[in-house]
């Protein structure tokens, strides 16, 4: 979305709420699912991780962090201050009563797929990225068709 008002729609993650308010804050929006197709209800969701090194001088540290990090608390002052979801969803009860013009992207996350993570699948995503910038002087039928053309060849399957 480009908060300029030119955009009728755009499909985007829960990360959009926090950039709207920082950079948009007079931009009305309102979030709703992606319309049903024929496979059913879908969307995506993604969230990050820790880790801790196994040879970490550093490791009890280390976890007390990541523990803070993770803790109720944590995850709902980052969701309030980064305006993204928290990451468990043990939590999206009480963010959506906090938030509730994100309830659409709370509930998807009980149908959503993660996404695709491959070796080779950044590079076919990035070019589809690229070619989704040019749309507006594209057919979408044909960036799908490479899309899955692409996706096809570094996963080794015809998909079907």
Request: hydrophobic residues 40%; neutral net charge.
């Amino acid at each position: 979305m480009d908060g300029k008002g030119k955009a009728a729609m755009t499909i985007e993650g829960n990360w959009l709420a926090g950039a709207m308010t920082k950079d948009f804050p007079d931009t009305a929006y309102k979030v709703v699912p992606l319309p049903e197709g024929p496979g059913g209800k879908g969307t995506m969701v993604f969230t990050n991780c820790w880790g801790v090194a196994a040879k970490s001088r550093h490791q009890t540290a280390a976890v007390d962090l990541i523990n803070h990090l993770t803790s109720d608390s944590s995850q709902l002052e980052f969701a309030k201050a980064v305006g993204v979801m928290p990451a468990k969803t043990t939590l999206l009860e009480k963010y959506v009563a906090q938030n509730p013009e994100s309830k659409a992207w709370a509930d998807g996350t009980a149908y959503a797929q993660r996404p695709v993570s491959a070796p080779g699948m950044r590079q076919v995503m990035a070019e589809f990225d690229t070619s989704l910038a040019q749309l507006a002087d594209s057919e979408p039928a044909k960036l799908l068709a490479d899309l899955q053309k692409n996706g096809e060849s570094v996963l080794g399957g015809s998909g079907r």
